[in-house]
Nanobody, 124 residues
Framework: QVQLVQSGGGLVQAGGSLRLSCAASGRTLNSYAMGWFRQAPGKEREFVAAIRWSSGSIYLANSVKGRFTISRDNANDAVYLQMNSLKPEDTAVYYC?????????????????WGQGTQVTVSS
């Protein structure tokens, strides 16, 4: 059984930074991609960032480009999300996810494993 374990998150003021981590607990995954999604109260889950394991190519939502970065740890099938210049609109529960095969980078339904979620709250 594979479980994605998240850490990080918390409460920060606007303009601050947070780093989220997500690592597989259990067998090592050979993921096609790992990514981050977020869901704010009353809103749909939205794509934030993803990285392909084979190429290292990264994909960022327009709303976070220039502020967030994603990185990987191949040995642990881990992914990190560095969030800088945080805004109140970034407040959400953040979920990491792993996709094992072919699918859409941005579509949450194509991912196979999910972390437990981490609350990120940005105050103004």
């Amino acid at each position: 059984q594979v479980q994605l374990v998240q850490s990080g998150g918390g409460l920060v003021q606007a303009g601050g930074s947070l780093r989220l981590s997500c690592a597989a607990s259990g067998r090592t995954l050979n993921s096609y991609a790992m990514g981050w999604f977020r869901q704010a109260p009353g809103k749909e889950r939205e794509f934030v960032a993803a990285i392909r394991w084979s190429s290292g190519s990264i994909y960022l939502a327009n709303s976070v480009k220039g502020r967030f970065t994603i990185s990987r740890d191949n040995a642990n099938d881990a992914v990190y999300l560095q969030m800088n210049s945080l805004k109140p609109e970034d407040t959400a529960v953040y979920y990491c996810a792993a996709r094992l095969g072919y699918g859409s980078t941005w579509y949450s339904g194509d991912y196979d494993y999910w972390g437990q979620g981490t609350q990120v709250t940005v105050s103004s």
